[in-house]
């Protein structure tokens, strides 16, 4: 890959745009990987959350509790729940613990294998040190502003 312009030159460019332009980027990619699934980017996330709990599944508030925790979602993230329970893919009892159902299972098993493949073309070219570097650079930069992430 050729770059925009030379390390003297790259080295003044503003990390503000190309954090942006990169976050665009991948979200996007990444966005249009799940909706071949018709899954969004938050009901992703609660599928994960939800099978860590194993075959017990996960609290809903411990769900909501841990996505809130590091991802900017507020209220956004009650309709993706009640949409995957809608369509079959979750359940629910009385205690509200969210469990997988065997469509809900076999749909994330689809869709983890398709993200690998999706991250694997976004580190394509990337060795792993150079990108622990970046992270490196990135959380540096968020606590040198004050930012706050889930890495604290």
Not at 17 to 30: F, G, N, P
Not at 85 to 106: F, K, M, P, Q, Y
């Amino acid at each position: 890959m050729e770059y925009s312009h030379s390390d003297a030159e790259l080295v003044r460019q503003p990390i503000g745009y190309w954090s942006w332009a990169a976050y665009k980027a991948v979200v996007t990619y990444i966005r249009a990987g799940l909706a071949e699934f018709d899954l969004s980017q938050p009901q992703w996330w609660v599928l994960n959350q939800v099978i860590e709990g194993g075959e017990d599944g996960r609290p809903r508030e411990e769900v909501r509790a841990v996505l809130e925790g590091y991802l900017d979602v507020g209220d956004a993230l009650e309709p993706e729940i009640d949409a995957l329970l809608g369509r079959g893919l979750l359940t629910s009892d009385d205690s509200e613990r969210l469990r997988l159902t065997d469509e809900g299972r076999a749909l994330r098993e689809r869709a983890a294998e398709r993200q690998l493949r999706m991250r694997e073309r976004i580190h394509d070219g990337i060795p792993d040190d150079a990108y622990v570097a970046a992270l490196k650079v990135l959380q540096r930069m968020i606590h040198n502003t004050d930012g706050q992430a889930w890495h604290h």
